[in-house]
């Protein structure tokens, strides 16, 4: 059955067409988002939800969500969306932080020459018939100085364009290189210098505990006189009322404001402040960025649903289509790897590590450590997924621990998993051969070779003869058929495993009926999502 999503805003017909095209049943209601009852009624249809700002997914939507999977946000902020609600749930909730960039840093860049050169106030003066000339003094964007606050995707494109402009660029970024700034001929530069030094001031950082109020009442102290301030990220970087004052004093010459601490803006300590420009948060608004978000989210949407690709996943490691091919498999022996240990482990974990040999060592790890956790966790819980299981071991306190290494043994690569409870540590390896499947390489420390069944029987004993007759006699003679039988063992005459690849579930009463026999120490049937 086809993939059914759910569009409950107004997206673009291009997008419902690219969902459409991909054979996805696609199910366009632009205006349902409004409506948060009959949402909650009908959600439980689908597996992917597409929306803009205008439908709220709180956690009475997602309770009702019995078979969503994704969340698809056109435009980068989510705050329409009960992100934590959504993990526990395991929905992925992605955005589209690429599709208005360009549209964004260029309303950086017009608000900055509408404060320079006063351009709404002369507008409005114009239109009134005034002609003041001589009142609308402005400045000279060529050979200033600009700071960037945060030179990352949008924040880049207004270094490029400022340098267009004959501007010099001053960065502040933290994660930004001195091999990076100079790819893009700016100065990389800490705050103190930038506020000392700049005669604009841009800001392109996401609202963060870090970032919040980086502007703040003592930092806009330090900025140079005369400086023009402009914010088309997030409201809350910049303290408005400090701001307000120093505008009011003439030490800040002027702002250009599209974003508020408080949206909508009714009020606000800049608004009717001479030389101060405000808009109402129309940074993505233009028709190609809505054009743009909105096909990249339906083609995000699709890749996920059919593929499995992740991509700008805001609560899960993001996972591209060419990785999905290559890893799909890795993934899969990850999860069956967490499936083994989960299901022979009766006590609360306290820590998992993961061993990466080799070739797996260079895939994307945040994905895979994802799925072993998410193995582990189906034993308790079933409808845990790779999303919602990390939500789930940090609450429980669980630490996860991964290792890298290069390749050091006869595998091209492999995976150890290990549990370690308050009694014991338990830990399995695998690798996936040539021919794309999972094999389980080593229990315990003893070495194996065992394909993985949907249905399969785990014994440990003493290493003594008569154990495989026994397997063998006592299944067979009540019709439990054996398609694969692996054999391993410490040491001679040491602890000794068996892993049998069944038909069919061992009845319990068969089960007993080893049990009864005194050979062996554990007798534990194993289940695993082979599809």
């Given at each position: ?153 949008i924040g880049g494109i207004v270094c490029d364009r400022a340098r267009g402009l004959k501007m010099k660029v001053a960065a502040y970024d933290p994660f930004l290189s001195e091999e990076k700034a100079q790819k893009m001929g700016v100065e990389k530069v ?342």
């Amino acid at each position: 059955m086809a993939p059914k999503v759910l569009i409950s805003d107004k997206l673009s017909e291009a997008a419902v067409q690219i969902f459409r095209d991909r054979g996805i049943d696609v199910d366009f209601q632009p205006d349902l988002g409004k409506d948060k009852d009959k949402l909650a009624e009908v959600i439980g249809q689908y597996d992917g939800l597409a929306i803009r700002s205008a439908t709220k997914v709180t956690d009475k939507i997602l309770e009702a969500a019995t078979n969503l999977k994704v969340i698809g946000r056109a435009g980068i902020g989510v705050d329409n969306v009960d992100r934590e609600a959504a993990s526990k749930k395991g929905v992925i909730v992605m955005n589209t932080p690429f599709g208005n960039m360009i549209t964004t840093a260029e309303h950086a860049i017009a608000m900055m020459f509408a404060v320079a050169r006063q351009i709404p106030e002369a507008s409005a003066s114009t239109h009134a018939g005034k002609w003041e000339k001589s009142k609308f003094m402005g400045v000279e964007l060529t050979g200033k100085t600009l700071g960037v606050i945060g030179a990352g995707n949008i924040g880049g494109i207004v270094c490029d364009r400022a340098r267009g402009l004959k501007m010099k660029v001053a960065a502040y970024d933290p994660f930004l290189s001195e091999e990076k700034a100079q790819k893009m001929g700016v100065e990389k530069v800490e705050l103190e210098d930038l506020l000392a030094r700049a005669d604009f001031i841009t800001l392109h950082v996401p609202l963060t505990d870090t970032t919040r109020n980086i502007l703040s009442k003592e930092n806009l102290a330090k900025t140079k006189k005369g400086v023009r301030i402009i914010n088309c990220a997030r409201g809350g970087l910049v303290d408005e009322e400090a701001l307000a004052e120093l505008l009011k004093s003439g030490h800040v010459a002027g702002a250009a404001f599209d974003v508020f601490s408080v949206e909508p803006a009714k009020e606000n300590p800049l608004f009717n402040l001479p030389n101060v420009v405000c808009t109402p948060h129309l940074g993505a608004a233009t028709t190609e960025a809505q054009e743009n978000v909105a096909l990249q989210v339906a083609d995000q949407m699709s890749n996920y649903l059919l593929t499995g690709a992740v991509e700008n996943a805001l609560n899960m490691p993001s996972v591209t289509a060419e990785e999905a091919k290559v890893m799909g498999p890795w993934i899969k022996l990850s999860d069956h790897l967490g499936s083994f240990i989960g299901q022979m482990t009766d006590e609360p974990v306290k820590a998992i590590n993961i061993l990466y040999d080799g070739s797996v060592s260079e895939m994307n790890l945040a994905a895979l450590n994802c799925s072993v956790v998410a193995g582990i966790m189906k034993r308790a819980n079933p409808d845990v997924n790779m999303v919602s299981a990390p939500v789930i071991a940090k609450e429980r306190g669980i630490k996860i621990s991964t290792t890298n290494q290069a390749k050091s043994g006869a595998f091209d690569g492999y995976i150890k998993v290990t549990v370690v409870t308050d009694t014991r540590e338990r830990s399995i390896a695998g690798t996936v051969f040539s021919d794309g499947k999972p094999r389980f390489i080593q229990i315990k420390g003893i070495n194996i070779d065992a394909e993985v069944g949907a249905h399969m029987l785990y014994t440990t004993n003493e290493d003594v003869p008569g154990i495989i007759g026994t397997l063998g006699q006592t299944l067979g003679t009540n019709d439990v058929n054996i398609a694969n039988f692996t054999l391993g063992r410490a040491a001679v005459k040491g602890e000794a495993i068996a892993l049998l690849y069944v038909d069919a579930p061992v009845p319990g009463e068969v089960l007993g009926k080893l049990e009864a026999t005194g050979l062996f120490n554990q007798v534990k049937p194993l289940a695993f999502d082979v599809a």
